[in-house]
């Protein structure tokens, strides 16, 4: 599957697959459609902290702990390895660092958001054909 | 009359779980694996939430509100307002629940955290992301617990390691091998399996991210 082997999922998503049946065939969908509905908030949070004067580190952290648990719930491997890379530099308390690094988390969480979107359309349209 | 604090199954030898985390993907996803491995489930979101469900908040009542026995709670471990942790400690400080088996969910592998857990009593610490081969091993291991009545095999093992110790080691009465030691709760970990992942977690703090509770493989 072309987005494992590029890196944007690793083998959690995989087992999501594999938990999907006749009973319930859009069991990965919704589960990322979930995940996306559910970040948008910590992803705002996450914003607003990073706004703050002087930043919060630690609700930082806290944020952060939360969105990361997330995608590596979905297999979203390329954002996980990002937070992890995030997490360092508020522990460090770096807050350039941090910033940088937030823009570079969003862009490849909506870069999986639209590659998960095609291959979903893929999907249906194999199913449906 | 210790009926309601037994955890036993019912006739249909379906798990009921009872499951914590505060993530709502997560929820679903450990939804999905334990429906997938034949379990029924019923998921919250916080640890008083669960204490709710079972009863502990206060209130009467010990069989969960829709009248299901809770055979496994699985938990997650950081959660706002009540941790997994402090879920556990409720639980096991409870006379009606306390043998239900508990397992704690963590996306971060700290060994501290780990034995902290065990301590209080939990069946096994998973390291998330959960996978379907944890979940199956778990009800597996709970499967065999309950029917092999283990409880005894590991009350005899407990106590020939309590009297092989020296007697300064743990507690501070003296020793004297006729005297009834103060025995572990039974519900404590009624399985035979745990004192294993115990003692793996003490032999090899570097190795495995998860306690393996079953030497089943």
Known sequence: MILLKAGYLDEQFIQLEELQDEANPSFVQEIV??????????????????????????????YMHQFKGSCSSIGAKKVTNECSVFREYCNAENAEGCIRTFQQIKQEYATLRRKLEAYFQILRQAAGA | MAVAGEVL????????????????????????????????????????????????????????????KVNLIITDYSMPGMTGYELLRKIKQSSAFREIP????????????????????????????????????????????ET??????????????????????????????????????????????????????????????????????
Do not use: W
């Open chain 1, 33 to 62: 459609t979930l995940f996306y509905t559910d970040s948008a908030r910590l992803v705002q949070n996450i914003e607003q902290a990073l706004n703050g004067r002087p930043i919060d580190f630690s609700k930082l952290d806290d």
């Open chain 2, 9 to 68: 199954l019912s006739g249909s030898q379906e798990l009921h779980v009872l499951a914590v985390d505060d993530s709502h993907v997560d929820r679903k996803v450990i939804e999905k694996l334990l429906r997938i491995s034949s379990c029924k489930v019923t998921a919250v979101e916080s640890g008083s939430r669960a204490l709710q469900f079972l009863g502990l908040d206060g209130e009467e009542g010990s069989l969960g509100f829709n009248g299901l």
């Open chain 2, 102 to 145: 508990v397992v704690i969910m963590s996306s971060e592998n700290i060994l501290t955290r780990i034995d902290r857990c065990l301590e209080e009593g939990a069946e096994e610490f998973l390291v998330k992301p959960v996978k379907l081969s944890d979940v199956k091993r778990l009800k597996d291991c709970i499967m065999r617990g």
């Open chain 2, 148 to 217: 092999e009545e283990n409880r005894g095999r590991r009350f005899y093992k407990r106590k020939f390691e309590d009297d092989s110790s020296p007697p300064s080691s743990e507690s501070s009465t003296p020793s004297s091998p006729s005297s009834p030691l103060p025995l572990p709760p039974l519900s404590a970990a009624p399985f035979a399996c745990d004192l294993v992942a115990t003692s793996e977690i003490l032999s090899s703090p570097h190795s495995s991210k998860r306690a393996k509770l079953c030497n089943s493989d």
